[in-house]
């Protein structure tokens, strides 16, 4: 079946320090690759997707890029904000499968 | 601005008592969702739908059941409520195919007592 692992939280950082979240998947075929972001009492929200090999996501300074040849899809930002503190979630939905599969999640704190 | 609303944010009921959560979304989507989230166990999901009066079971649907006789509204009822149901409800839809991300409602927090 389809899974996905996500670094485990949680994650700890000073502002304007280096993010790395990582995501492995397994799946058949070619999923679609998700970050979905949810802010302390708020539902999630798309952070940014990609749909092919190679493809790489961004949104609001932060990137992932699909690689299949590792089957990963690791969130990366440059310098944090304490705006970031957040749970990040990793998640794909494969080709006919009308449900989506998550990660469990990892807690972002930025610290100022 | 496209939306998933759910029509309360924050619920007390009394163990047995029914419990009906409502979702509405103004997209056309036809995949609807109801997950729950509790920590440390991450989204799980209950319920789904692909259209209009038709229903799927996810990985937890005991318990609980659902409505869908309108495509924008899919509702999740709790017929008996139980104390190990106190949780966060998530609401979300996506368009078909599988490119197009969830979204989701602003989530129900519901406790039982």
């Known amino acids: 079946g389809n899974s996905v692992t996500q670094m485990e939280g949680p994650v700890t950082l000073s502002e304007e320090a280096f993010l790395t979240i990582n995501c492995t998947y397994t799946?058949?075929?070619?999923?679609?690759l998700f970050w979905y972001v949810q802010y302390p009492g708020e539902g999630l929200q798309l952070l940014l997707k990609?749909?092919?090999?190679?493809d790489k996501g961004s949104n609001k300074g932060f990137e992932a890029t699909y690689r299949k040849e590792t089957t990963s899809f690791h969130l990366e930002k440059g310098s944090v904000q304490v705006s970031d503190s957040a749970v990040y979630f990793c998640?794909?939905?494969?080709?006919?499968?009308?449900?989506?599969?998550f990660g469990d999640g990892t807690t972002l704190t930025v610290k100022p | 601005d496209v939306k998933v609303t759910q029509s309360s944010r924050y619920l007390v009921k009394r163990t047995g008592e029914k419990v009906f959560l409502e979702c509405v979304q103004d997209?056309?989507?036809?995949?609807m969702f109801w997950y729950r989230q509790d920590p440390g166990l991450g989204l799980r999901l209950i319920y789904f739908?692909?259209?209009?009066?038709?229903?799927e079971k996810g990985d937890i649907p005991e318990g609980y059941s659902v409505s869908r006789e309108k495509k924008e509204r899919f509702s999740l009822i709790l017929e008996s409520a139980s104390t190990n149901q106190t949780s966060m409800y998530l609401c979300?839809?996506?368009?078909?195919?599988?490119?197009?991300?969830?979204?989701f409602g602003e989530g129900s927090r519901l406790t039982v007592l």
């Open positions: 799946a058949t075929g070619y999923p679609s």
């Open positions: 997209m056309d989507h036809e995949n």
């Open positions: 990609a749909t092919k090999a190679d």
């Open positions: 979300a839809s996506h368009p078909p195919g599988r490119t197009g991300e969830l979204f």
């Open positions: 739908s692909y259209d209009v009066k038709m229903k």
């Open positions: 998640a794909l939905r494969a080709p006919n499968a009308g449900k989506s599969t």
